[in-house]
């Protein structure tokens, strides 16, 4: 993703409503709205009222809820992978403290009490094969295939036999830590998922010298 996009979407969550644009002020409070509550729950009137334009500047900057919807999920992407990329590109880490370093990463968001879970989960439940919204699907799609590559190239230096399963079984913690921290709210998951990638990958690498 252009890093002066992901730059703009962070301005979103540290800038007060009132003082951003028409456009962001708009994706700002959908934003806040489609996570809390659900895309399908909140209605293009509510995201009008609540982020104080009117409707032909919503209209001008986003033609259709499914454009709003697919700018929200990419915001929500950008975030996110910016997040991982800071934790997981510290020179100091080796190749398995890398892959570590997501857990980490995904703590602070788990302890904080507007945790909500997993946006793309989320908008596959809201959105499946039969919606006729293929903007939302792709950015859905594409979510989950850099999340995959990013593990993947994260997974490669440790040199594994089966380097495909490894990648799999994290990116399976990754996703139901997310769903535990959001049911459980126990501040604990985040690490108790970081103890068992780094038993998987521990065991992976002890296959691999075998």
Same mark, same amino acid.
């Given at each position: 993703?252009?890093?002066? !996009?992901?730059?703009? %979407?962070?301005?979103?969550?540290?800038?007060?409503?009132?003082?951003? *644009?028409?456009?962001?002020? =708009?994706?700002?409070?959908?934003?806040?709205?489609?996570?809390?509550?659900?895309? &399908?729950? #909140?209605? $293009?009137?509510?995201? +009008? @009222? !609540?982020?104080?334009?009117?409707?032909?500047? %919503?209209?001008? &900057?986003?033609?259709?809820?499914?454009?709003?919807? @697919?700018?929200?999920?990419? &915001?929500?992407?950008?975030?996110?992978?910016?997040? /991982?990329?800071?934790?997981?590109?510290?020179?100091?880490?080796?190749?398995?403290?890398? $892959? /570590?370093? $997501?857990?980490?990463?995904?703590?602070?968001? %788990?302890?904080?009490?507007?945790?909500?879970?997993?946006?793309? #989960?989320?908008?596959?439940?809201? %959105?499946?094969?039969?919606?006729?919204?293929?903007?939302?699907?792709?950015? $859905?799609?594409?979510?989950?295939?850099?999340? &995959?590559?990013?593990?993947?190239?994260?997974?490669?230096? /440790?040199?594994?036999?089966?380097?495909?399963?490894? #990648?799999?079984? +994290?990116?399976? /913690?990754?996703?139901?830590? +997310? #769903?535990?921290?959001?049911?459980?709210?126990?501040?604990?998951?985040?690490? *108790?998922?970081?103890?068992?990638?780094?038993?998987? =990958?521990?065991?992976?690498?002890?296959?691999?010298?075998?």
């Amino acid at each position: 993703m252009d890093m002066a !996009e992901v730059t703009g %979407f962070a301005d979103l969550e540290t800038q007060p409503l009132a003082a951003l *644009a028409p456009r962001e002020r =708009i994706l700002k409070t959908a934003s806040d709205l489609f996570y809390r509550f659900s895309v &399908h729950s #909140v209605g $293009i009137d509510r995201i +009008i @009222a !609540e982020s104080g334009v009117a409707k032909m500047t %919503f209209y001008k &900057h986003f033609p259709s809820k499914a454009n709003l919807v @697919a700018t929200y999920l990419r &915001h929500k992407s950008a975030l996110w992978f910016q997040m /991982l990329e800071t934790a997981t590109e510290d020179p100091g880490l080796s190749p398995s403290e890398r $892959i /570590l370093a $997501i857990f980490d990463a995904l703590d602070g968001p %788990f302890r904080s009490p507007a945790f909500r879970g997993c946006p793309f #989960v989320k908008g596959m439940a809201e %959105f499946g094969p039969d919606a006729d919204v293929p903007d939302v699907q792709a950015t $859905i799609t594409a979510y989950f295939k850099g999340l &995959h590559d990013l593990v993947a190239a994260l997974v490669e230096p /440790l040199g594994l036999n089966r380097p495909e399963r490894t #990648v799999m079984q +994290i990116l399976s /913690l990754i996703q139901g830590a +997310i #769903v535990m921290a959001q049911s459980t709210r126990d501040p604990l998951v985040a690490e *108790a998922n970081r103890d068992a990638a780094r038993l998987l =990958i521990e065991n992976a690498a002890a296959s691999a010298g075998a």
